[in-house]
């Protein structure tokens, strides 16, 4: 592949389920509700237009992100989709399938702490902030490694600290990407993403 400048990274959050902004979803696996489907649709038209020969497209195992991502492949006739399992959500351990206001009840110091947008949670009885950056790290560098321009297809939690390893910003600057839209990276070398910059017109907004 012909060194160039920058390589474009997009990464997606996939589309909405029936839990989406209502119950902790991490390693759970419900799939896309009909708007979701129409949203995964809707964003794989938008990008198939703007993805470059050769891109490769990468997506969390969960039944939403693969949904996602293989409408994005069908429009853009790329694929197959690979899975990488360092993409999966965080285990949410106690909280998954809770809404916040039960949440708040069984764990109560952690619910405002997630209300006050730390991103340093360890889940009880689930995955740990550490164990979550360093997987998400790992994942990276895989791309960046790769050097093919790429579509990432994850949930919020790896994908914000994917923006912020991309884009050289703190993740606690960074907000959840909304479900069924994408974020889109101009990545330089050799650097290895450092300076990244947010690339083109987007149907993401950076926004919890």
Same mark, same amino acid.
């Given at each position: 592949? +012909?060194?160039?400048?920058?390589?474009?990274?997009?990464? %997606?959050?996939?589309? @909405?389920? +029936?839990?989406?902004?209502?119950?902790?979803? *991490?390693?759970?696996?419900?799939?896309?509700?009909?708007?979701?489907?129409?949203? +995964?649709?809707?964003? +794989?038209?938008?990008?198939?237009?703007?993805?470059?020969?050769?891109?490769?497209?990468?997506?969390?195992?969960?039944?939403?992100?693969?949904?996602?991502?293989?409408?994005?492949?069908?429009?853009? &006739?790329?694929?197959?989709?690979?899975?990488?399992?360092?993409?999966?959500?965080? /285990?949410?351990?106690?909280?998954? &399938?809770?809404?916040?206001?039960?949440?708040?009840?069984?764990?109560?110091?952690?619910?405002?702490?997630?209300?006050?947008? /730390?991103?340093?949670? /360890?889940?009880?009885?689930?995955?740990?902030? %550490?164990?979550?950056?360093?997987?998400?790290?790992?994942?990276?560098?895989?791309?960046?490694?790769?050097?093919?321009?790429?579509?990432?297809?994850?949930?919020? &939690?790896?994908?914000?600290?994917?923006?912020?390893?991309?884009?050289?910003?703190?993740?606690?600057?960074?907000?959840?990407?909304?479900?069924?839209?994408?974020?889109?990276?101009?990545? #330089?070398?050799? /650097?290895?993403?450092? *300076?990244?910059?947010?690339? *083109? #017109? @987007?149907?993401?907004?950076?926004?919890?």
């Amino acid at each position: 592949m +012909a060194q160039v400048d920058a390589i474009p990274v997009i990464l %997606v959050r996939h589309a @909405s389920t +029936a839990w989406t902004g209502h119950r902790y979803c *991490g390693r759970s696996d419900p799939p896309l509700d009909g708007a979701g489907r129409a949203a +995964a649709e809707r964003l +794989a038209r938008d990008l198939a237009p703007d993805l470059a020969p050769g891109t490769r497209i990468v997506s969390s195992p969960l039944v939403r992100a693969l949904a996602t991502a293989e409408a994005i492949a069908a429009a853009a &006739g790329v694929g197959p989709v690979l899975v990488d399992e360092r993409w999966r959500e965080s /285990d949410c351990g106690d909280a998954e &399938g809770r809404t916040f206001d039960e949440l708040a009840v069984l764990e109560p110091r952690l619910a405002a702490r997630l209300a006050a947008g /730390d991103v340093e949670i /360890d889940w009880p009885a689930g995955e740990t902030a %550490v164990a979550l950056r360093e997987r998400v790290h790992d994942a990276w560098s895989s791309v960046l490694a790769d050097r093919h321009p790429v579509v990432i297809v994850s949930h919020a &939690g790896p994908l914000r600290l994917a923006v912020a390893l991309g884009t050289g910003s703190r993740p606690e600057t960074v907000a959840f990407p909304a479900p069924g839209t994408a974020v889109r990276l101009a990545v #330089p070398w050799p /650097d290895g993403g450092h *300076g990244a910059r947010v690339a *083109g #017109p @987007s149907r993401a907004t950076l926004r919890r």
